[in-house]
Each structure stands twice: as C-alpha cells, then as structure tokens.
T-cell receptor, first 113, second 112 residues
Framework: DADVTQTPRNRITKTGKRIMLECSQTKGHDRMYWYRQDPGLGLQLIYYSFDVKDINKGEISDGYSVSRQAQAKFSLSLESAIPNQTALYFC????????????FGQGTRLTVV | GEDVEQSLFLSVREGDSSVINCTYTDSSSTYLYWYKQEPGAGLQLLTYIFSNMDMKQDQRLTVLLNKKDKHLSLRIADTQTGDSAIYFCAESVIGAGTALIFGKGTTLSVSS
C-alpha cells in the first residue's frame, strides 16, 4: 500500500462546483503539503501544514482552502472551481528536520470544464 | 522571493552522460535536492546534497554544488532509456518553514 494516498486519482468537475481532494498518510509525518503541477511550470506550493494547528499559505493559495483533520489527513478544497485550476495536484509529507525530504502521493488529475 | 531555475529540455543518446543544471536564489538553503518524476507518477527523491558539500556521488549520479554561484548540477553517467523522466531541482527555504520550492523541471529524453 502507498504511504501517501490521494483520492480521487482523476476527477472532472464543472465550473463553479465545490470539490475536495483528499490526502492520507501512514508515514507518521507531521508535515503535509499540497502542490499543483502545470506543464512547463513545475510544482507550485499551495498550502502547507506543520501540524494539525499550523496551516500556512504557499505561493498560490488564492481560490483554495485546506483542512488538516488529523495528523494523517490533509484535504484541499476548491470552493468554486474554475477552468484554470485544471492541473495535476500532489500531496506530500515530510518529517520535522532540516533535511525535510518530501514523500509524494501519486497525484490527482483534476479537470474543470 | 525564492526562485529555482532549470532548463526545460535535454536530449541525449543512450550511453552518453547527461548534465542537468539548476540555479537557486536562497543562500540560506541547507539542503538541495533532485527529484525524478516518471510518466504518470509522483515525484521520488533521487539524491540530495547538504549545503556545506561541494560534491556527492551515488553510483551513476554525481551532484555538484557551487555555493558562490548558487549553481547545482546533476550528472547521470551512462544514461539509459529508463532515465527518461522529468528531473526537478528543489531547495528547502527557511522563510517558507523549510517547505520545498521546486524548479520547473527538466525533461530528459534518451534516445537509443
């Protein structure tokens, strides 16, 4: 089983709909992240959380919100999806420490039509 | 703000060496990383280097770090078709709470 699991793996939604992407981890890491990948733009940090009560905006948080329901769960919501939010979304985890190697989920491909 | 720059594409022949370059801006970065993304998959850590090192070698991989120029490179010796992937350079930035900041990725294409 994957250590970092994202659901769903693929989703097509309509403009204006609310959608939630979920991430759960079994690695016991305290830090969790949401990134978005667009072709030619690499990965951009949306939100990150260092523990359940510590949530921080990343480079591109507008239009997104997050919830850290437990140490192992970190969900990303699009309150009112728009087509330019079509992208590949990755959840990642890391453990406290300067090395902060990140472990990634398999990604969620979201299409907003 | 923090920025990590990479060239977008590299094409090599099987058996040749590949060199992927990266420049970064945050001098406070303590670790610098190379991640590999194969088609349809998430990112996996390939190797990393601590900022007080100049070079790190791991089998076919050699990482060179020039702190003065803020330049990082990844050399893959004897490149194989299985090395075809997107390679991301990343730095952990103190200002972002050590969250990783990634470059745009270099697509390596290996032809036989």
């Amino acid at each position: 089983d994957a250590d970092v699991t994202q659901t769903p793996r693929n989703r097509i939604t309509k403009t204006g709909k609310r959608i939630m992407l979920e991430c759960s981890q079994t690695k016991g890491h305290d830090r969790m992240y949401w990134y978005r990948q667009d072709p030619g733009l690499g990965l951009q940090l949306i939100y990150y959380s260092f523990d359940v009560k510590d949530i921080n905006k990343g480079e591109i948080s507008d239009g997104y919100s997050v919830s850290r329901q437990a140490q192992a769960k970190f969900s990303l919501s699009l309150e009112s999806a728009i087509p330019n939010q079509t992208a590949l979304y990755f959840c990642a985890t890391s453990i406290r420490g300067r090395k902060s190697e990140a472990f990634f989920g398999q990604g969620t491909r979201l299409t907003v039509v | 703000g923090e920025d990590v720059e990479q060239s977008l594409f590299l094409s090599v022949r099987e058996g040749d060496s590949s060199v992927i370059n990266c420049t970064y801006t945050d001098s406070s970065s303590t670790y610098l990383y190379w991640y590999k993304q194969e088609p349809g998959a998430g990112l996996q850590l390939l190797t990393y280097i601590f900022s007080n090192m100049d070079m790190k070698q791991d089998q076919r991989l050699t990482v060179l770090l020039n702190k003065k120029d803020k330049h990082l490179s990844l050399r893959i010796a004897d490149t194989q078709t299985g090395d075809s992937a997107i390679y991301f350079c990343a730095e952990s930035v103190i200002g972002a709470g050590t969250a990783l900041i990634f470059g745009k990725g270099t697509t390596l294409s290996v032809s036989s």
